[in-house]
């Protein structure tokens, strides 16, 4: 049995992450939920109105012996805009915040080394906003918006690959 690993992001309305990142060799399982604030059990109603703090997230499950945590970091950060403070496209509130929840402190590490080598590369457009926080517990979506946008092709969408925003030293995903 292979090895797997965690990883929990945040970054704008989780219809479109899940279906960008879901995409990835080795990425095995996605949910999309919510984390980071105080309610438990929230439903998507009690954090659309922005009154939990929670933000909407992916939980991915991957092999790390195809998809490096730092691989999955680096297209996260190129199919949201990490440098706008609790905003994406048209979604605003801090329900819609970058974050990455770190499940232990080599995640931690990753991820803020990353941000360190995007902030000197100048390529994103302005600071990186992306908080990065421990893991907290997570509550799944209704089984309406898990997979969302599979069930509905049409359906919102702020995410999309930027070509330019990878480091120099590596592919962009």
Not at 80 to 103: E, K, V
Not at 114 to 142: H, K, N
Not at 150 to 156: A, I, L, W
């Amino acid at each position: 049995m292979s090895h797997t690993e965690t990883a929990i992001l945040a970054g704008g309305c989780f219809w479109g992450v899940q279906d960008l990142l879901r995409a990835l060799d080795g990425v095995i399982e996605t949910r999309v939920g919510y984390t980071g604030g105080a309610m438990t059990d929230p439903s998507y109603e009690d954090v659309r109105t922005g009154r939990t703090d929670h933000a909407e997230s992916l939980k991915i499950v991957f092999d790390p012996a195809v998809l490096s945590y730092r691989a999955l970091l680096e297209c996260f950060f190129q199919i949201h805009d990490p440098t706008t403070r609790n905003r994406q496209g048209n979604d605003i509130g801090t329900q819609y915040r970058s974050a990455i929840f770190f499940m232990d402190d080599g995640q931690k590490d990753t991820a803020l080394a990353l941000i360190a080598e995007m902030t000197e590369s100048g390529r994103w457009p302005g600071p990186i906003v992306t908080q990065v926080i421990a893991a907290q517990p997570f509550y799944d979506a209704e089984d309406y918006h898990q997979d969302y946008l599979v069930k509905n092709p049409n359906g919102y969408t702020c995410h999309f690959v930027r070509a330019d925003w990878h480091l120099n030293k590596t592919e962009p995903a």
